[in-house]
């Protein structure tokens, strides 16, 4: 969510992005968390959440804790993933034959095919 401006969450986005900022701020304070210094954190910031938002985060809080959410870590960056599965077909490709001959002939065949897909394409057609 750091990406997206806070103006276009939702309602129930900006709280509870408001009260996880407010429990790491007092984690990292070493204040106590409970719904009522998030609360008084909230207010103090000049903002405003529905109530039972500090009060669901203590919950899952006092339940988890905070240091083992902190090692969670968020849901984001799950997309580069694919292109590690294809490195071994590619590094086989690339010579790892054993034999020596058998990679430069795989080599060559791909080469050719390569021309032949280049000589196909017909951008109006």
């Given at each position: 969510?750091?990406?997206?401006p806070t103006d276009?969450?939702?309602?129930?986005?900006?709280?509870?992005?408001?009260?996880?900022?407010?429990?790491?701020?007092?984690?990292?304070?070493?204040?106590?968390?409970?719904?009522?210094?998030?609360?008084?954190?909230?207010?103090?910031?000049?903002?405003?959440?529905?109530?039972?938002?500090?009060?669901?985060?203590?919950?899952?809080?006092?339940?988890?804790?905070m240091d083992e959410?902190?090692?969670?870590?968020?849901?984001?960056?799950?997309?580069?993933?694919?292109?590690?599965?294809?490195?071994?077909?590619?590094?086989?490709?690339?010579?790892?034959?054993?034999?020596?001959?058998?990679?430069?002939?795989?080599?060559?065949?791909?080469?050719?095919?390569?021309?032949?897909?280049?000589?196909?394409?017909?951008?109006?057609?």
């Open positions: 969510m750091s990406s997206v276009s969450l939702s309602k129930e986005q900006q709280d509870e992005l408001l009260c996880t900022y407010a429990a790491l701020i007092l984690h990292d304070d070493g204040a106590e968390i409970n719904t009522q210094t998030m609360s008084d954190l909230i207010k103090a910031s000049g903002c405003t959440v529905e109530a039972y938002w500090p009060m669901l985060m203590c919950k899952m809080i006092s339940n988890v804790g959410l902190l090692k969670m870590g968020g849901g984001g960056g799950g997309g580069g993933g694919g292109e590690a599965a294809a490195a071994p077909a590619a590094a086989a490709d690339a010579g790892g034959d054993a034999g020596g001959k058998g990679g430069k002939k795989a080599a060559k065949k791909e080469e050719v095919e390569e021309e032949e897909e280049a000589m196909d394409f017909d951008l109006f057609g």
